[in-house]
């Protein structure tokens, strides 16, 4: 086969398997599981052989004409260039753990046909981003993970808390995408195409008319799928979908997709330096505010979801001063290592019954219960706090060095001004991570107290696939020197100065973060904690469901617990209260737009109901009245007819006489 072809088969598999599990789930539930992991894992292994293939070499394009327009045509087309083929075999493989891991973790799920055949057409969107050559081809793609996401964030609808986050997710997302979808079409019409190597080309040649309005909108979109400030309050919610759920969404699709279309589409954005700057900004303020806001969750998932967006904003801050290869190779790394960290977490909130970090705290031997996820676990957070050598520090060190090097002058993409926005807000966010990585793992699994509860063994399914992430983890940024080929031949190299810098920082702030534990541990002891829900033959996806609800019902919030012994709460002193609520940034938005459009809506509701609802019954009236009227003149009698015939015929006889005698008289 040639290499185009596989690559049509890459996001094919998955979308075959996901109709298939539709159609067979309830005849053949048998065929379900088979369905869901097969198709991934040949996508997975055709993804490697294409990127093989393709080997960081010239760019592969394929196309043919989809529909004519009139105008603008739109091509199914593909573009493999060395950024479109690795991320590809990184949304394969974290998607086939996912689906493995998924037949234990819902094992017993009624509904897991469904939901496998949703990760699954969640999975083709994304290699359907990653593979286009067409700009209203990828928007496909990106608009069908955006209905995943609300079916799969919302899986455990009969909670409120799934359902509120479905709902958030979606709107939020759909904020951003309507400015997306203006500036894709103001995109088309100064550039005449909606192919991406025709767009390209015609911004190398000064055909772009209006950069700073086209790439402002097109951010507002990146911000809504990608979870960046201001944009970004969907994305803790988002854990109260399963966890498997959270580490597709966080790994490798839904929050990748924007970071990866701004890097496909950098040269765009490049024309305008504003718009490099205000990129800039946001990806400072994503990566400080949400490093904050980590250090003060009591939730496993929401720590880990805050994370996330810090590490999008690393993603955002390469991109804001020109270096595409270091965000893709940070998306790559970060996509690994988080989803380790999600996996592990789903395993450790089924050892322990319970999502809260207070709780695990006064918990002995939870590590001992679990030494496949404390191990992979110790090691993804080792990686998330960049230390080396895991793959953390180098696709994180060639995000400062791009930033240095702007800063300093010595690359020109960019505004010196973005350069040293992110690489200040870089290594700020380097502190905060160590910080709240630390905390995570002292208050998961160094806890003190009674023996945690005894679940058995965990499933090889979810263990299993703990470590065949853990591999890329490790060793991916070992990679470094040979593997800048696909990454546009540039060098991924950390540099000296920042690489010490950085881990230095690092190093203080989880130093600090554990002197901190050492002082308030022996709280701990004194205050105990409830929301731990320990049902030993439960299956995993059960003791999350009721996990989320007794945080609430114990804590009164999702994210946060009253816990004195809690090192975060003494390291952020009056800060943890607004760092526990997100900085209050969704209450903002309730007083801001929520309640003037609920308000809004209760006004066109008045008046639809007392106003115009007025004239239409009024209308009716008068019609049925007259209607009565008439029929009472329909006696059904002849005579009475003809009697009313002659009357009226006398009338407009004696009409017309008078009629022509004032007519002759004048």
Request: neutral net charge; charged residues 10%; proline residues 5%.
């Amino acid at each position: 086969m040639t290499t185009t072809t596989l690559a049509v088969l890459v996001p094919l598999l998955p979308f075959l398997g996901a109709a298939a599990g539709l159609l067979l789930g309830r005849s053949a539930p048998g065929f379900v599981r088979p369905l869901a992991v097969l198709p991934s894992l040949a996508s997975l292994v055709i993804a490697a052989v294409v990127a093989g293939r393709q080997g960081g070499g010239p760019a592969i394009d394929a196309a043919t004409q989809l529909t004519p327009t009139g105008s603008v045509p739109i091509d199914l087309a593909l573009h493999l260039d060395g950024f479109a083929v690795l991320v590809a075999v990184l949304v394969g493989l974290v998607a086939s753990c996912v689906q493995i891991y998924s037949t234990a973790y819902l094992r017993d799920d009624p509904r897991y046909p469904s939901y496998a055949a949703l990760v699954s057409l969640f999975t083709s969107a994304m290699l359907l981003v990653v593979y286009s050559g067409d700009l209203m081809v990828l928007l496909v793609g990106w608009e069908i993970m955006g209905i995943c996401s609300y079916f799969l964030v919302g899986h455990y609808w009969e909670t409120p808390e799934a359902r509120a986050a479905s709902l958030k997710a979606f709107l939020v997302t759909k904020l951003g995408d309507v400015p997306f979808l203006i500036g894709l079409f103001a995109l088309a019409a100064d550039t005449g195409t909606f192919r991406i190597t025709g767009i390209l080309g015609s911004v190398a040649h000064g055909g772009l008319d209006h950069p700073t309005v086209i790439a402002l909108l097109l951010l507002a979109g990146v911000a809504g799928k990608s979870a960046q400030f201001p944009l970004h309050t969907w994305l803790p919610d988002a854990m109260a979908g399963p966890t498997p759920v959270s580490a597709l969404i966080h790994a490798a699709t839904m929050v990748a997709a924007g970071i990866y279309f701004v890097a496909r589409l950098l040269p765009v954005f490049a024309e305008s330096g504003a718009a490099l700057v205000v990129l800039a900004v946001m990806a400072a303020v994503t990566m400080i505010g949400s490093g904050l806001a980590a250090l003060a969750q009591d939730d496993i998932k929401r720590v880990l979801a805050y994370s996330t967006i810090g590490q999008l904003g690393y993603m955002s801050g390469a991109l804001a001063v020109g270096d595409r290869g270091a965000a893709v190779f940070h998306l790559i790394s970060h996509g690994a290592f988080k989803a380790v960290l999600f996996l592990a977490a789903g395993v450790v909130i089924h050892a322990a019954g319970t999502n809260s970090l207070a709780a695990m705290s006064r918990m002995g031997g939870l590590a001992k219960r679990i030494p496949d996820a404390y191990w992979t676990m110790t090691v993804a957070l080792l990686a998330l706090a960049a230390i080396p050598p895991f793959a953390g520090f180098f696709s994180k060190e060639a995000v400062l060095v791009a930033a240095e090097h702007t800063a300093l002058g010595d690359r020109h993409v960019a505004p010196a001004a973005a350069g040293w926005t992110v690489l200040v807000a870089g290594l700020l966010a380097a502190v905060l991570t160590a910080a709240y990585a630390t905390r995570l793992w002292l208050l998961a699994f160094r806890g003190r107290g009674a023996e945690a509860p005894d679940h058995g063994r965990q499933p090889v399914a979810m263990t299993s696939v703990l470590w065949v992430l853990a591999v890329p983890t490790m060793a991916f940024g070992l990679t470094v020197g040979v593997i800048t080929d696909w990454f546009d031949g540039h060098s991924l190299t950390p540099s000296l100065t920042t690489a010490v810098l950085s881990t230095g920082v690092g190093l203080v702030g989880g130093l600090v973060t554990y002197g901190a534990w050492r002082h308030t541990t022996a709280l701990a002891a004194r205050t105990p904690m409830g929301s731990v829900v320990a049902h030993p033959d439960a299956e995993p996806a059960l003791v999350e469901i009721e996990a989320l609800e007794s945080h609430t019902a114990a804590y009164g919030t999702a994210g946060d617990a009253p816990d004195p012994a809690d090192p975060g709460r003494l390291l952020l002193g009056p800060l943890h209260r607004h760092a526990a609520t997100g900085f209050h940034l969704d209450a903002l938005y309730a007083a801001l737009f929520v309640r003037p459009v609920q308000a809004a809506a209760s006004l066109v509701r008045f008046l639809d109901r007392e106003v115009v609802e007025t004239y239409v019954r009024g209308s009716a009236t008068g019609t049925r009245l007259l209607g009565t009227a008439v029929r009472r003149a329909q006696t059904g009698n002849v005579q009475t007819y003809l009697s009313a015939l002659l009357a009226g015929s006398l009338v407009l006889a004696v009409a017309a006489v008078v009629f022509a005698n004032v007519n002759a008289g004048s």
